[in-house]
């Protein structure tokens, strides 16, 4: 059984940082393509960053210079580092384990954190 579970949410003021982390059980992690989204409210859930098991990153363009994203596979986890935050990028946001190389969507999500960003 595939289970995500992220944990680092929270209150933040514009301009501060927050780090998420996703630990994942019932996969093989080392091979696995894993990835964050984030869903505001009365918005669509859009990709923000994602990472192969090669160590191969991507990040939407509204993050780039700002978020990380990193694995450790020694302990099963996906990391998130979200730098200059600012009011837009308060959201959900949810781990995701992808198909592989093409990058499909699967099934498999944590139940998401909340991160705000607000003075």
């Known amino acids: 059984q595939v289970q995500l579970v992220e944990s680092g949410g929270g209150l933040v003021q514009p301009g501060g940082s927050l780090s998420l982390s996703c630990v994942a059980s019932g996969i093989t992690f080392r091979f696995a393509y894993m990835g964050w989204y984030r869903q505001a409210p009365g918005k669509q859930r859009e990709l923000v960053a994602r990472?192969?098991?090669?160590?191969?990153?991507y990040y939407t363009d509204s993050v780039k210079g700002r978020f990380t994203i990193s694995r450790d596979n020694a302990k099963n986890t996906v990391h998130l580092v979200m730098n200059s935050l600012k009011p837009e990028d308060t959201a959900v946001y949810y781990c995701t384990q992808f198909a592989g190389t093409s990058w499909a969507p699967t099934d498999y999500w944590g139940q998401g954190t909340q991160v705000t960003v607000s003075s």
């Open positions: 990472i192969s098991s090669g160590g191969s990153t």
